[in-house]
């Protein structure tokens, strides 16, 4: 066999391994701008989790101080009407929020 056979042959491989590694480099750096994507939105997530967590503690505060409140007036409610007026009983004070 002579050169004009390994000169084809190499410059074959060589191709298909320049091919091969831009094929793997474009692929990895897809890779990478779509994690850094998906890290963006996972923060995000956790920025509207944690709003969310701080509305659902200021809402069940909200929740016990109206029962604390019906409890109140239901009690303030009995005493009234079973003829315990006046009485030295009084609800607690109306803060409006």
Not at 87 to 94: E, G, I, L, Q
């Amino acid at each position: 066999m002579g050169l004009e056979i390994y000169i084809p042959l190499t410059l074959s491989v060589i191709t298909a391994l320049a091919v091969a590694t831009r094929n793997l480099l474009g692929s990895y750096s897809k890779q990478i701008a779509l994690l850094t994507r998906l890290d963006e939105n996972v923060k995000v997530a956790l920025v509207g989790l944690e709003s969310l967590r701080i509305i659902d503690t200021d809402t069940n505060s909200r929740l016990d101080a109206l029962a604390r409140r019906l409890d109140d007036l239901e009690r303030y409610l009995q005493l009234a009407s079973a003829g315990q007026y006046p009485h030295p009983f009084t609800p607690r004070a109306a803060h409006r929020d």
